[in-house]
């Protein structure tokens, strides 16, 4: 058994986060052997509850993955509830106390996860707080967590980032974007480094585009109030999408190692082409949805929904094109798009690759009496909801004459493997326990990201769009197609 041993300190204990992904995954992590006697949880939060109350909602949050009582039962002694206001210096000496207490009788050997699943305006003073009450201690490990978003533009997040850095180094603090402990985001490396076939290809001789979409069907649901001022460029853009772009766009690490990739991925950002205002208002587009209709369902107008502003300017769609200047991608667009209220959900990667230099066949037609074009090879990979890649080549249609047709070889992980696999914070929760950092995000490529997208906000600032500008139910505003139609290119979407 490879049984890890730590106090965890929730912060946000009673919350969303911590209910609907936390206790589950630590219960699967426990179900595994990955936790076992040596382990404790402090949930805290403002509500005063007792432990038994605590301990009863762990037990109803792990509910899905049908413990039997005793599971059930042993899993949840092992959490204790401390009600706590962030900001009052006194209660952290009551958390230090039960700390103490829980370490000597877990026998933790002073190893602690200290994890902020709150609103990130608190995590400033809990980190001063951690140090000054002397919570921190010179045994064992002590590891902090961190949830999206880490700032809201690079000045903000450069202040956070101090102030933690003043508290913890770098390589104990592990700023979570929970897409990176998705399988198939960790398979986009195995795909490049482990077949020749893709790697010897993988640059601007051989591929013609690259599309990134992350496409939501739900609208903001009620997150109105976070979201109206947060919008789709800070909240998926800054984070998941460019440390996608990173890890498609990066050169190969020496070795496969947490400093080697991040080393790589940092370059990778840094050659993304920093645009003035005028070409980031050229090469990004913004929507936000307005009512709209798919298959019998009726939507209302993003404007409609509860806690946003009825004249918004938030953005629920953004679409764009990024440029990597450096000898393997130069000239090769990177497309993004990402929205609410789209017409399916689904996460997926595109790799387009060039044509052939001449089309043999193009005297050829089929048998309406069309040319015989090539559709381009493509390499999708398929993040969420269906896992898997597929490839799609031309082959001979079968018949008389010579008339090509796509053909799709399709790998999707069953439903039964993707259900056993862990979920993306179960694997996030036990790189931290190993203190591996690879699959979070560092300052420095936090740091680019956000230097790359505060140009968008700032030049988007300054100007209006006539919102709405998508139904609910499509795939986001004309501009989007137009976006790629500009470049000869449209975006490819197949099911
Ligand atoms: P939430 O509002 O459901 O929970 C917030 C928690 O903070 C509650 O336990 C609340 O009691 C506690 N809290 C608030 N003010 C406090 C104070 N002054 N003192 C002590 N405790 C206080 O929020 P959530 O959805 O769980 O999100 C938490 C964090 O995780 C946020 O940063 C959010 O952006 C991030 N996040 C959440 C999700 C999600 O699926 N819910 C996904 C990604 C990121």
Same mark, same amino acid.
Not at 59 to 67: S, Y
Not at 174 to 183: P, T, V
Not at 184 to 206: D, G, K, L, P, V
Not at 426 to 452: C, M, P, Y
């Given at each position: 058994?490879?049984?890890? @041993?730590?106090?965890?300190?929730?912060?946000?204990?009673?919350?969303?986060?911590?209910?609907?992904?936390?206790?589950?995954?630590?219960?699967?992590?426990?179900?595994?052997?990955?936790?076992?006697?040596?382990?404790?949880?402090?949930?805290?939060?403002?509500?005063?509850?007792?432990?038994?109350?605590?301990?009863?909602?762990?037990?109803?949050?792990?509910?899905?993955?049908?413990?039997?009582?005793?599971?059930?039962?042993?899993?949840?002694?092992?959490?204790?509830?401390?009600?706590?206001?962030?900001?009052?210096?006194?209660?952290?000496?009551?958390?230090?106390?039960?700390?103490?207490?829980?370490?000597?009788?877990?026998?933790?050997?002073?190893? $602690?996860?200290?994890?902020?699943?709150?609103?990130?305006?608190?995590?400033?003073?809990?980190?001063?707080?951690?140090?000054?009450?002397?919570?921190?201690?010179?045994?064992?490990?002590?590891?902090?967590?961190?949830?999206?978003?880490?700032?809201?533009?690079?000045?903000?997040?450069?202040?956070?980032?101090?102030?933690?850095?003043?508290?913890?180094?770098?390589?104990?603090?592990?700023?979570?974007?929970?897409?990176?402990?998705?399988?198939?985001?960790?398979?986009?490396?195995?795909?490049?480094?482990?077949?020749?076939?893709?790697?010897?290809?993988?640059?601007?001789?051989?591929?013609?585009?690259?599309? @990134?979409?992350?496409?939501?069907?739900?609208?903001?649901?009620?997150?109105?109030?976070?979201?109206?001022h947060s919008g789709a460029l800070k909240d998926m853009v800054q984070n998941h999408i460019l440390q996608v772009v990173a890890l498609l766009a990066m050169e190969p690490p020496v070795a496969f190692s947490e400093a080697d990739i991040r080393a790589e991925k940092v370059k990778a950002l840094q050659a993304i082409r920093l645009y003035s205002e005028k070409e980031a208002l050229e090469n990004f587009v913004r929507g936000q949805y307005g009512p709209g209709k798919l298959d019998d369902q009726t939507f209302i107008s993003y404007r409609e929904e509860p806690n946003v502003d009825e004249n918004s300017q938030t953005e629920t769609f953004v679409a764009g094109k990024f440029l990597i200047d450096n000898f393997r991608w130069s000239g090769v667009p990177f497309y993004i798009r990402t929205g609410k209220r789209l017409t399916e959900k689904?996460?997926?990667?595109?790799?387009?690759?060039?044509?052939?230099?001449?089309?043999?066949?193009?005297?050829?037609?089929? $048998?309406?009496?069309?040319?015989?074009?090539?559709?381009?090879?493509?390499?999708?990979?398929?993040?969420?909801?269906?896992?898997?890649?597929?490839?799609?080549?031309?082959?001979?249609?079968?018949?008389?004459?010579?008339?090509?047709? !796509?053909?799709?070889?399709?790998?999707? $992980?069953?439903?039964?493997?993707?259900?056993?696999?862990?979920?993306?914070?179960?694997?996030?929760?036990?790189?931290?326990?190993?203190?591996?950092?690879?699959?979070?995000?560092?300052?420095?490529?936090?740091?680019?990201?956000?230097?790359?997208?505060?140009?968008?906000?700032?030049?988007?600032?300054?100007?209006?769009?006539?919102?709405?500008?998508?139904?609910?139910?499509?795939?986001?505003?004309?501009?989007?197609?137009?976006?790629?139609?500009?470049?000869?290119?449209?975006?490819?979407?197949? !099911?």
């Amino acid at each position: 058994m490879n049984e890890k @041993i730590a106090l965890f300190t929730i912060f946000g204990g009673t919350g969303d986060l911590a209910k609907r992904k936390l206790y589950p995954s630590l219960f699967r992590l426990y179900r595994k052997g990955n936790l076992a006697e040596h382990f404790a949880v402090i949930g805290t939060a403002r509500r005063e509850w007792t432990d038994e109350h605590y301990r009863e909602i762990v037990r109803e949050t792990i509910k899905d993955l049908a413990p039997s009582d005793e599971e059930a039962e042993a899993f949840s002694s092992h959490f204790y509830y401390q009600s706590h206001n962030v900001n009052d210096s006194e209660h952290y000496d009551t958390l230090k106390k039960l700390s103490d207490t829980l370490n000597d009788k877990y026998d933790l050997g002073g190893n $602690h996860i200290y994890y902020l699943a709150m609103a990130p305006q608190f995590f400033g003073t809990i980190v001063q707080h951690l140090k000054s009450q002397q919570i921190l201690t010179e045994q064992g490990f002590d590891r902090l967590i961190i949830e999206k978003p880490f700032g809201s533009d690079y000045a903000s997040a450069y202040q956070l980032n101090e102030e933690i850095r003043a508290v913890f180094p770098e390589q104990d603090i592990f700023r979570i974007d929970h897409y990176l402990g998705k399988e198939m985001i960790q398979n986009i490396s195995a795909i490049r480094f482990a077949n020749n076939i893709f790697e010897s290809q993988w640059n601007n001789r051989y591929i013609d585009n690259v599309q @990134i979409t992350f496409a939501e069907s739900l609208g903001v649901e009620d997150r109105g109030g976070y979201y109206d001022h947060s919008g789709a460029l800070k909240d998926m853009v800054q984070n998941h999408i460019l440390q996608v772009v990173a890890l498609l766009a990066m050169e190969p690490p020496v070795a496969f190692s947490e400093a080697d990739i991040r080393a790589e991925k940092v370059k990778a950002l840094q050659a993304i082409r920093l645009y003035s205002e005028k070409e980031a208002l050229e090469n990004f587009v913004r929507g936000q949805y307005g009512p709209g209709k798919l298959d019998d369902q009726t939507f209302i107008s993003y404007r409609e929904e509860p806690n946003v502003d009825e004249n918004s300017q938030t953005e629920t769609f953004v679409a764009g094109k990024f440029l990597i200047d450096n000898f393997r991608w130069s000239g090769v667009p990177f497309y993004i798009r990402t929205g609410k209220r789209l017409t399916e959900k689904g996460t997926r990667i595109n790799i387009v690759f060039k044509q052939v230099p001449i089309n043999v066949f193009k005297d050829d037609v089929d $048998h309406c009496g069309e040319k015989n074009d090539l559709p381009p090879n493509v390499l999708t990979i398929y993040i969420q909801p269906t896992e898997g890649f597929s490839l799609t080549l031309n082959g001979k249609e079968i018949g008389q004459g010579f008339t090509t047709a !796509p053909v799709k070889l399709d790998y999707r $992980h069953s439903a039964e493997t993707t259900g056993n696999s862990p979920e993306a914070y179960e694997k996030l929760l036990l790189d931290s326990l190993n203190g591996d950092g690879t699959n979070f995000s560092h300052w420095d490529e936090v740091a680019q990201s956000w230097r790359i997208v505060d140009i968008i906000r700032q030049a988007w600032d300054k100007t209006t769009v006539d919102f709405p500008n998508y139904s609910a139910g499509s795939m986001g505003p004309d501009a989007a197609f137009d976006l790629l139609d500009r470049d000869h290119f449209s975006w490819d979407w197949q !099911p």
